[in-house]
């Protein structure tokens, strides 16, 4: 039954790949047609175009320019309140309107300029140098600095096809295939495009930049980091720039600065999505419309679009400033000691229960009531549920069903029983919400030896100011008196109190070189998706201050939230959206419930020819490192270059140090020697070469095969999106998990895969 349902999603979704595809195909003669007429003009001619095809917008919206403009004096004069918001309806009305007509325009225009994209393309490639007629633009983009591909000479320019590109120095060779035409399409369209990797995602996103760059509204390219902004932005821009557009990366420059401001003035603007979103909530701050930075939310092209609206979708982008009084910083350092105590008491108890529970569950005594297995294993778990012997037993079979059956009895009735489980606990973690509860155990043990027994214990404010309105006995400048001294004792519990939460929930929850790093004295934030660090962003709500208070570094100004928004109700403001990547199909559901986005699948330019390894299984974590050594050793002698992916920078250097023992060379890329990426992508293509990374580097970072001078495209066979992800390298990866996501596997625990494309798949224009 399985394996008909599983043919029939197979066909069903082979049959509207064929439909999407076929639905191109006229168009992509279209191009073809244009493309040969296009071979015989000279180099100033084919640049005229650009000018040619936004005069003939600028014509098709005439009309509707002029009611814009005419609806807009008329509600600029109208006195009237109520008249002058029903024309600034209708002005919004034909706003849209204007968006629908532009994007006919544009459909007319396609196949033209899709042709003029690739006949650029082949010339750069087929051409060392390109001489046209100077124009001023061309004489103000020669004389900025590091524009060294283009010369003036006399009223000539010369454009060169080799430039600086992220740091290396790259010659143009690329030109469009019949497949990257329709992805071009796909992304025009408003949809998702999915391109297996390595098929030139990169050189697709020009087409659909030059179409719609054409209309002077701004194109935003958001890509998930900043090495991939500023690559992808001077890999193209000559391009671009060929053909008279604007481009820029915001990731150059500094916030709210003149030059950030002119990056989003360009057709096209590269940069992250953290970036884009925070300029969003930096321009909601402003004091005057005139200190914005972005202009109209019209284009945006997500490049790792499942990673950026899926995985990220819900991470709120926060912007906090210092709270302006109050001493909480010292307040950390102070309860810090008191901290440490409540965490041994609870890690004495918490192994007493687990103690108890194997006794228990070995007597097939699993129930739920006290003095019974179930009971002692959900209070093992909530009390420390990173606890290394409570993972281990709970990886044994039939364990975690009893821990599962045990917290849904509690959890019954909103969980109106589960005090009965926490009662003995000093604090319960609920590691799905990543949050920390004191409970009244943990408050009179933190108590203990103060003078004061609710020196931890928040007074019920309410009813304690009842109470102070019946005593007749007081005054009533007393009473006020009360109520205030009540108040203040109320504010200094509930402050203490979120202290000690969040210590709790730093020392708990936040593992180092997993979480954060520390680095020069600070505690710098590690992305989660990306493995990279955040530079100059903190942990709001006091939490920095509690890392930074755990690993002994100077505590920082507390911090308060000014704004924040979700990267999935930011990227909702676009007038059109679209996105590409090599695994998105199967989120497809999401991505049209969300953001009614339609997945594409765009078919290889050559049969894929990538050789998948079985998975090796390991029932301990010493055994799958020592396998992966092994395997590292034999393919590095063999001279193969092997990259290593990793979830974290704990295991990227616990492997590194199994490497060293054995005299392997090798390089590490993670959030400690971010800096260092260029050089060590560079290296990590050379015979023999080892390169350990976290997934910082493992999306759209090209590595160059030395040994046959040809890209390959460095993918992670185990990562959070490998199941589905048809990409591979000419190299051996060995991707290492961490542990913690196999360990409920029954008797077998830890594995990792292997890929070797010894025959690589070819079909993207080699670079």
């Known amino acids: 039954m399985l394996n008909f349902l599983s043919r029939s999603v197979k066909k069903s979704s082979a049959q509207k790949t064929e439909r999407d595809i076929n639905t191109y195909l006229p168009i992509v003669e279209q191009i073809h047609v244009e493309f040969d007429k296009l071979g015989g003009l000279s180099n100033d001619a084919l640049r005229e175009k650009t000018h040619e095809f936004r005069a003939r917008i600028v014509e098709y919206l005439a009309q509707i320019d002029l009611d814009i403009e005419q609806v807009k004096n008329d509600a600029v004069e109208q006195e009237d309140l109520a008249q002058k918001e029903e024309l600034f309806k209708e002005l919004d009305e034909l706003k849209l309107e204007r968006d629908k007509q532009l994007e006919l325009a544009l459909k007319d225009l396609l196949p033209e300029a899709f042709a003029v994209v690739k006949e650029t393309a082949r010339r750069f490639t087929e051409h060392e140098t390109l001489e046209t007629k100077a124009t001023q633009f061309d004489r103000d983009l020669a004389a900025r600095q590091g524009k060294t591909y283009i010369q003036i000479e006399g009223d000539k320019a010369i454009w060169k096809n080799s430039w600086v590109a992220a740091g290396g120095e790259v010659t143009w060779n690329m030109v469009h295939y019949d497949v990257q035409l329709i992805g071009g399409m796909v992304l025009h369209d408003g949809k998702i495009a999915e391109m297996a990797t390595g098929e030139g995602k990169t050189l697709v996103a020009t087409l659909p930049a030059y179409l719609n760059g054409l209309a002077q509204q701004g194109v935003h390219v958001i890509t998930v980091n900043d090495y991939l902004a500023r690559r992808d932005s001077e890999w193209v821009g000559p391009i671009m720039e060929f053909l008279f557009l604007t481009i820029d990366c915001i990731d150059k420059y500094r916030p709210h600065s003149d030059e950030r401001k002119r990056a989003y003035d360009c057709d096209i603007t590269y940069g992250t999505n953290n970036e884009f979103g925070f300029d969003y909530l930096r321009d909601n701050m402003v004091r005057s419309l005139d200190e914005r930075v972005q202009r109209k939310h019209h284009y945006g092209m997500v490049d790792e679009v499942d990673s950026v609206l899926i995985d990220d979708a819900r991470t709120p982008l926060i912007i906090s400033g210092p709270v302006t009084t109050g001493t909480e910083d010292q307040e950390y350092l102070e309860l810090k000691p008191l901290v440490e105590r409540l965490l041994a008491a609870q890690r004495q108890l918490s192994t007493k ?289 092997v990259l290593v992916g990793t979830t974290s920078v704990d295991i990227s250097e616990k492997l590194s140090r199994m490497l060293k023992l054995r005299g392997i060379d090798h390089n590490v890329l993670n959030a400690k020697q971010h800096q260092r990426e260029a050089e060590i992508v560079a290296e990590a293509g050379k015979s023999g070469k080892v390169t350990i990374a976290t997934n910082m580097a493992g999306r759209g970072t090209d590595i160059q095969d030395q040994r046959r001078g040809q890209r390959r495209r460095a993918v992670w066979p185990l990562s959070a999106r490998s199941a589905t992800n048809p990409g591979g390298w000419t190299a051996s990866c060995a991707a290492v998990p961490d542990a913690r996501a196999t360990r409920v596997l029954p008797s077998f625990t830890y594995r990792w895969k292997t890929t070797s494309c010894a025959s690589s798949n070819p079909s993207a224009s080699p670079v």
Not at 384 to 407: D, H
Not at 481 to 507: E, G, P, T, W
Not at 522 to 548: C, F, N, P, W
């Open 353 to 641: 229960f687990l103690t108890e529970a194997r006794k228990l569950i070995a007597e097939n005594n699993t129930g739920y009531q006290d003095g019974e297995g179930g009971l002692a294993l959900l209070r093992a778990y909530r009390s420390l549920p990173k606890n290394r012997p409570l993972i281990k037993f709970l990886s044994e079979e039939g364990v975690k069903v009893i821990l599962q059956k045990a917290e849904n009895h509690y959890m019954q009735e909103q969980s109106k029983h589960m005090h009965i489980a926490d009662e003995p606990l000093y604090f319960v973690i609920d590691e799905k919400n990543r949050n920390v509860e004191l409970t009244e155990a943990g408050a009179e043990y933190l108590a203990k030896g103060n003078e004061d027994a609710q020196f931890f214990i928040l007074p019920d404010i309410t009813s304690e100011m009842v109470e102070i309105d019946g005593n007749t006995e007081q005054t009533k400048q007393e009473k006020e008196l009360a109520k205030m001294k009540l108040s203040q004792d109320f504010s200094v519990k509930s402050k203490r109190l979120h202290a000690i939460n969040q210590l709790l929930k730093a020392y708990t929850l936040f593992e180092r070189d997993e979480e954060y790093v520390v680095i020069e004295g600070q505690v710098k934030i590690v992305d989660e998706q990306t493995g990279r660090m955040m530079e100059g962003r903190r942990y709001s709500d006091g939490l920095h201050q509690a890392l930074e208070a755990k690993e002994n570094v100077k505590v920082g100004e507390i911090t308060q939230t000014y704004a924040t928004v979700t990267l999935q109700n930011y990227f909702r403001m676009f007038h059109k959206l679209c996105g590409m990547t090599g695994t998105a199909e199967t989120e497809a559901s999401e991505f049209w419930q969300i953001y009614k986005l339609d997945v594409v699948v765009i078919p290889t330019n050559r049969k894929v020819v990538r050789d998948d390894k079985e998975d090796l299984v390991f029932k301990t974590a010493k055994e799958k490192f020592n396998g992966v050594i092994e395997e590292i050793e034999n393919l590095s002698k063999a001279g193969r270059p």
